[in-house]
């Protein structure tokens, strides 16, 4: 988790091409927000930051 992700990459030759990029990008961003909540959720903290009693 600490360790940098690559980018997603795929040849873009066909629009179908392009969504699927598109597709992995978001998958990808999804589970970073999971990470972030989970980290959060460890470190107590809500998900703007502050501390949760």
């Known amino acids: 988790m600490i360790e ?3 980018a997603p ?3 873009v030759t066909h ?3 392009l ?3 598109l ?3 978001e998958a990808q961003r999804i589970r970073f927000n ?3 909540l989970g980290v959060a959720l460890i470190l107590g903290h809500d998900e703007v930051g502050e501390e949760v009693e």
Do not use: E, M, S
């Open 9 to 11: 990459t795929r040849v």
């Open 15 to 17: 629009n179908r091409d």
């Open 23 to 25: 597709a992995d990008y």
């Open 4 to 6: 940098p992700r690559p």
């Open 34 to 36: 999971a990470d972030r």
């Open 19 to 21: 969504l699927q990029l």
